[in-house]
């Protein structure tokens, strides 16, 4: 009897790709051709795309270069002589392309000219690290993959080698191995702009003698020469755009005077950025002691004023407690770092006092000590706040990473978001946007699930149930402020590689800049965990209304070859 269930599953796994097209791709082609047997012509097509799939810039031409590219690809016509057209499956084809209908575009889009303060930034922390904070390898290897994949802010923790006499990059105070700070220049010059042409900033945590911030200012320079970019005056006034900064290298890190006591010359007093938070939840770890004079530090040689001149956003936080560090001068900007846990606490104290920090100064957010495992935490409430560097750890995976990657689709992947407009203004009255206030729903957005394939060719015959074939439903969720947060969920549908659902699920969204539209595909297990077949998280305000191919992705984030699925989406 297993031989027979396993023979009949694997007739069933080949006996694919005669799926119906949906209900509604029917009844789009005869509105549109004119009926089931009729020929859509390029005309047809411009129509559609314009008034069923809300694309005003269509043209014509358009339409023409999608028909040649559907029946070059499915019926091999090369020909330009004929007027070329498509049929019923020829259109379902269409739609069903990920290349040639996708869901979001992939080309950057944003005004990309107002100060980097206006923008979310797609930030990493402690980039060289490539398993957990505490024993993993120090490598070059993770800095190449995230910028690869668009990350903008690289993190590096600079520490003395054992002969002191080296830079090393490695998780100071923990067993992690290092690894050269001039090869992971080298790595990230190489790779900085493969992904995209806007600034790579460069936070460094810097635990290194002055002799030391001597040579990392020589290898800074050597390495990147014009590439580099820092401003002739010591402090910005105000952040210059993307735009200006296109394939430049930006540092950011604390000023030297504020690391170093003349006694400590080995650094074992600098503690990064990330390891203690105050009472008021703002780093001690960078404060200098307020009582200290001039004296007490460490006499600048010129190669530590270079170093101090190569930082372009200075870090850091003035004394006082947290209202005091989120006070906004007037004659420079700067950036502020918080723990997650510190972040919950200050915008629960003082939130609006948050968004006004951030609509002109940086505020970078980064996991809290506890995470060695290297997860991540949830980035909404920071970005709800205007907080731009939200730092992550990307080895991992996992819902928030998968949220992560999920916003930075937005705007051709370039890895700079334009944060919201309500984010950046101050009313009549002086008063910024109150992230508690009860709000309406701006705008409803309406998905229907039609249906998925593309199991089959990427996985094993016997990788979700070892005897018979998949048991398939899809969650849909809206994860963006919280009283957008909503989940639902597709039926099941037993035993079968090509599930179809056509199933309809609102969402209301008080906040669509900022709501992320996940979705995520199990096999039904009734004896154990589910199983995962596949994820995506699209960026609301980005998402293209009408029907769209919709990729997914494994837990690591990487796109499977085949599988995606056929979805539509309204907004009202």
């Given amino acids: 009897?297993?031989?027979?269930?396993?023979?009949?599953?694997?007739?069933?796994?080949?006996?694919?790709?005669?799926?119906?097209?949906?209900?509604?791709?029917?009844e789009a082609f005869v509105k549109y051709a004119g009926g089931v047997a009729a020929n859509m012509t390029a005309e047809h097509l411009r129509s559609f795309l314009v008034e069923f799939q809300g694309d005003q810039t269509a043209s014509l031409a358009d339409a023409?270069?999608?028909?040649?590219?559907?029946?070059?690809?499915?019926?091999?016509?090369?020909?330009?002589?004929?007027?070329?057209?498509?049929?019923?499956?020829?259109?379902?084809?269409?739609?069903?392309?990920?290349?040639?209908?996708?869901?979001?575009?992939?080309?950057?889009?944003?005004?990309?000219?107002?100060?980097?303060?206006?923008?979310?930034?797609?930030?990493?922390?402690?980039?060289?690290?490539?398993?957990?904070?505490?024993?993993?390898?120090?490598?070059?290897?993770?800095?190449?993959?995230?910028?690869?994949?668009?990350?903008?802010?690289?993190?590096?923790?600079?520490?003395?080698?054992?002969?002191?006499?080296?830079?090393?990059?490695?998780?100071?105070?923990?067993?992690?191995?290092p690894v050269e700070f001039v090869r992971c220049l080298k790595s990230i010059k190489e790779n900085a702009f493969i992904a995209s042409p806007y600034p790579v900033i460069i936070t460094l945590e810097d635990h290194l003698t002055p002799d030391l911030q001597a040579k990392a200012a020589e290898y800074i320079k050597e390495t990147f020469g014009d590439m580099l970019f820092f401003p002739e005056a010591e402090y910005l006034q105000e952040f210059p755009s993307p735009e200006e900064?296109?394939?430049?290298?930006?540092?950011?890190?604390?000023?030297?005077?504020?690391?170093?006591?003349?006694?400590?010359?080995?650094?074992?007093?600098?503690?990064?950025?990330?390891?203690?938070?105050?009472?008021?939840?703002?780093?001690?770890?960078?404060?200098?002691?307020?009582?200290?004079?001039?004296s007490d530090y460490e006499s600048y040689t010129t190669g530590v004023s270079e170093y101090k001149r190569l930082i372009a956003i200075h870090a850091g936080k003035p004394k006082g407690g947290l209202k005091e560090a989120l006070k906004v001068g007037a004659d420079k900007v700067r950036r502020l770092s918080l723990s997650e846990k510190a972040l919950k606490k200050a915008t629960k104290a003082h939130g609006k006092d948050v968004i006004r920090f951030t609509q002109k100064n940086m505020l970078r957010i980064y996991p809290k000590g506890t995470r060695v495992n290297s997860s991540n935490y949830k980035p909404q409430n920071a970005w709800l706040h205007g907080a731009q560097m939200v730092a992550f750890n990307m080895q991992g995976h996992g819902k928030s990473l998968s949220l992560?990657?999920?916003?930075?689709?937005?705007?051709g992947g370039c890895g700079y978001v334009k944060k919201p407009d309500f984010l950046l203004t101050v009313d009549a009255h002086g008063k910024v946007f109150d992230p508690t206030a009860n709000l309406p729903v701006k705008r409803t957005l309406k998905v229907k699930v039609y249906m998925g394939v593309g199991w089959n060719l990427d996985f094993e015959n016997t990788h979700f149930h070892l005897y018979s074939p998949p048991d398939f439903y899809t969650k849909i969720g809206i994860a963006g402020a919280p009283a957008d947060e909503l989940i639902k969920k597709t039926e099941i549908k037993e035993e079968t590689w090509s599930p179809v659902w056509n199933e309809e699920f609102t969402f209301?969204?008080?906040?669509?800049?900022?709501?992320?539209?996940?979705?995520?595909?199990?096999?039904?297990?009734?004896?154990?965990?589910?199983?995962?077949?596949?994820?995506?998280?699209?960026?609301?305000?980005?998402?293209?209304p009408g029907i769209h191919a919709v990729p997914l992705f494994d837990r690591k984030g990487s796109k499977y070859s085949s599988v995606k699925l056929l979805m539509r989406f309204e907004f009202s």
């Fill in 64 to 177: 023409q270069r999608i028909v040649e590219h559907v029946l070059q690809r499915r019926h091999h016509v090369i020909t330009k002589l004929t007027k070329h057209c498509l049929t019923l499956d020829d259109f379902y084809y269409y739609l069903f392309s990920m290349d040639l209908n996708p869901s979001i575009s992939d080309q950057v889009h944003q005004d990309m000219r107002a100060p980097l303060s206006h923008y979310y930034i797609y930030t990493s922390h402690n980039t060289y690290l490539t398993g957990n904070q505490l024993s993993s390898d120090s490598s070059d290897v993770p800095i190449i993959n995230a910028l690869k994949s668009g990350v903008r802010v690289v993190e590096l923790d600079l520490w003395p080698n054992s002969e002191e006499d080296e830079i090393d990059v490695l998780h100071g105070r923990t067993l992690t191995t």
């Fill in 508 to 544: 209301p969204l008080t906040i669509p800049e900022l709501a992320l539209l996940r979705i995520d595909v199990y096999s039904y297990n009734i004896s154990d965990k589910d199983v995962f077949g596949g994820q995506n998280c699209l960026p609301v305000s980005e998402v293209k």
């Fill in 404 to 411: 992560m990657r999920g916003m930075f689709r937005s705007n």
């Fill in 245 to 294: 900064l296109k394939y430049r290298i930006i540092i950011s890190t604390k000023p030297p005077k504020e690391y170093l006591k003349s006694k400590n010359v080995k650094g074992e007093n600098s503690f990064s950025d990330d390891e203690t938070d105050d009472e008021d939840g703002v780093d001690t770890s960078e404060s200098e002691s307020s009582e200290s004079d001039d």
């Fill in 1 to 26: 009897m297993g031989n027979y269930r396993v023979c009949l599953c694997f007739i069933r796994r080949f006996k694919m790709s005669k799926e119906e097209p949906p209900p509604d791709v029917k």
